[in-house]
């Protein structure tokens, strides 16, 4: 092929240096409930905004999306701004729960995320959409190899986590997030209907024991 034809690569660089730096601050990590080494969530998370159509700072944001939070707060901030510049660490700022220690009470952080949904930037929808997105792909498939007990892995349990996933699909469509948003609404109805078809066989299991 002419190298005169050749295209500018989307990713370069420095997408393989936030990726290494990514897998090295999560080394640890594993997906609740599992052995799933956490940094396979973030490369599907880059992956999802790269088919997407997002550009390299979003892919990038995308595989630390969750630093912030989880790996050393105020201090991980300031790497992120040095390494890949001020878009990404507000892309990242936007998607971070809190970088609070203690964590705020569960249900307090849901909230303001789901708040703060209508205000973030487009940038910001897009990586905070893929991660949702794959997330409740997650919690589908565990439900439906596990059953009810997938629920003790999440701190709200199974009425807070059914809450705070509507409410995202909601909060994502009042956006106007195309199909990952429709992607979201669509896992969360059917997670929704599985977790209604198991609460009835649990009240006629019970009926048939009294």
Request: proline share 2%; net charge negative; hydrophobic share 35%.
């Given at each position: ?165 509507r409410s995202l699909a ?41």
């Amino acid at each position: 092929m002419d190298s005169s034809r050749r295209k500018t690569p989307r990713l370069t660089a420095r997408f393989r240096e936030a990726l290494i730096w990514a897998a090295e601050l999560h080394e640890t990590q594993t997906r609740k409930g599992s052995d799933t080494p956490y940094v396979g969530h973030l490369m599907a998370v880059a992956s999802t905004v790269i088919e997407h159509g997002g550009d390299e700072e979003q892919a990038i944001a995308a595989l630390l999306h969750d630093a912030i939070e989880d790996q050393g707060g105020e201090e991980t901030r300031q790497q992120i701004r040095r390494r890949f510049g001020d878009r990404v660490v507000a892309i990242v700022d936007a998607c971070t729960d809190t970088d609070e220690t203690p964590k705020p009470p569960w249900r307090v952080r849901k909230e303001r995320y789901i708040a703060h949904l209508a205000e973030i930037s487009e940038d910001a929808l897009l990586i905070s959409l893929a991660d949702k997105y794959q997330n409740a792909s997650a919690i589908l498939r565990d439900y439906q190899l596990v059953g009810e007990e997938l629920w003790e892995r999440f701190t709200g349990k199974k009425d807070g986590t059914l809450w705070y996933y509507r409410s995202l699909a909601e909060a994502y469509a009042a956006r106007d997030g195309g199909w990952l948003a429709a992607e979201v609404d669509r896992i969360v109805s059917e997670l929704e209907h599985l977790a209604a078809l198991e609460s009835d066989r649990d009240q006629q299991s019970r009926g048939h024991n009294t």
